[in-house]
């Protein structure tokens, strides 16, 4: 039964389109320490070409293969809410969720087939993450608000040698 998938050239494009789009952003994300990094990257990629792809397949009076990138909009949707969090008055985690988002429609493109929109949309997807990383550490007037709450986080502070536990 799977050498009928392996045997598939437009089954195994989907696959690795999205398994490489995944990754590629899901890299970036690892390599800043942030949630959601390859592993994440590639399994929402994948998971929803996957599911757009058998989901287009469908055919019948009663059958609409619209309704399933519908539900995969609502499952992925709850995953990115659950990336997000509340402390100390700032929401963390709207940047997490909105990478999965657009995993989620990167990999629906490529499930339709559409694989160079998805490889388009996921190198759009790079230069906004790493663009903005670096026009925020370029000005530091982008750094204020919620933003320098958040980058307080990223930035470990320095403890020194003698603490409450070793005193």
Known sequence: MIEQYVND???????????FCG???GL?????GKPAGMRTGMLVCL????????GAQLSGPALDPARVLG?????????????????????????????????AGIGSAIGLGQYNLGIALA???LFILVG?????????????GA??????EIRPRKRSIRSKDHE
């Open 71 to 103: 539900q995969v909009v609502t499952g992925v949707g709850f995953l990115g809410a659950g990336v997000m969090f509340m402390r100390e008055g700032s929401v963390l985690g709207v940047t997490t969720a909105a990478v999965i988002w657009m995993l």
């Open 28 to 32: 970036e994300r690892q390599i800043r």
């Open 47 to 54: 998971g929803t070409a996957v599911f757009v792809h058998l």
């Open 9 to 19: 050239i437009e089954f195994m494009k989907i696959v690795l389109a999205s398994v």
């Open 123 to 125: 190198l759009v997807a």
């Open 147 to 152: 933003h320098a709450i958040y980058n307080s």
């Open 132 to 144: 903005t990383e670096w026009l925020e550490r370029s000005f530091g007037a982008l750094r204020r």
């Open 23 to 25: 990754a590629a952003i």
